[in-house]
């Protein structure tokens, strides 16, 4: 099957689609991921377009046919990152301070850039891109190297 790679960097304000416009964005979305694999790749927090994407991953009638949201986020600004570590045992999360935000639950896989700040938000930008990049690359070489 094809990939197809969204890179998705929204806004941290909320974020209010048309309400005429989300249904036949999220329709749209998962009619692509029925003939195709789709990653989206997001900063994974749970605020403005990132918790739209995930309300459409949520309510997916065929989870055969999956979206994949991967969550490139900075270390610095995850709430309660230190319980991330916890092995063994359920932790229950508290509600972020006001500087600090939660994940959209509905990522698969969680990728944390840590370039030691706090609060600060760009770091998973620069290698969101360069993933997609690295990506790009690989399938075109592949799709140029099956044509001999």
Same mark, same amino acid.
């Given at each position: 099957?094809?990939?197809?790679?969204?890179?998705?960097?929204?806004?941290?304000?909320?974020?209010?689609?048309?309400?005429?416009?989300?249904?036949?964005?999220r329709?749209?979305?998962?009619?692509?991921?029925?003939?195709?694999d789709?990653?989206?790749?997001?900063?994974?927090i749970?605020?403005?377009?990132?918790?739209? %994407?995930?309300?459409? &991953?949520? =309510?997916?009638?065929?989870?055969?046919?999956?979206?994949? $949201?991967? /969550?490139?986020?900075?270390?610095?600004?995850?709430?309660?990152?230190?319980?991330?570590?916890?092995?063994?045992?359920?932790?229950?999360?508290?509600?972020?301070?006001?500087?600090?935000?939660?994940f959209?639950?509905?990522?698969?896989?969680l %990728?944390?850039i840590? &370039?030691? =700040?706090?609060?600060?938000?760009?770091?998973?930008?620069? $290698?969101? /891109?360069?993933f997609?990049?690295i990506?790009?690359?690989k399938?075109?070489?592949i799709i140029?190297?099956?044509?001999?």
């Open positions: 099957r094809s990939l197809l790679i969204i890179s998705v960097v929204g806004s941290a304000r909320k974020y209010r689609m048309k309400s005429k416009l989300f249904p036949i964005f329709q749209d979305l998962i009619k692509v991921a029925k003939s195709i789709v990653w989206i790749l997001t900063n994974g749970n605020t403005s377009i990132i918790k739209l %994407l995930g309300e459409i &991953n949520r =309510t997916n009638p065929d989870p055969s046919q999956s979206i994949h $949201f991967i /969550s490139i986020a900075p270390w610095g600004c995850v709430s309660s990152v230190e319980q991330l570590a916890v092995y063994g045992t359920n932790v229950i999360y508290n509600k972020p301070k006001t500087d600090e935000t939660s959209e639950s509905n990522h698969v896989l %990728l944390f840590d &370039n030691d =700040t706090k609060h600060e938000y760009g770091s998973e930008l620069e $290698f969101q /891109s360069h997609t990049k990506y790009m690359w399938f075109i070489f140029k190297y099956n044509k001999r």
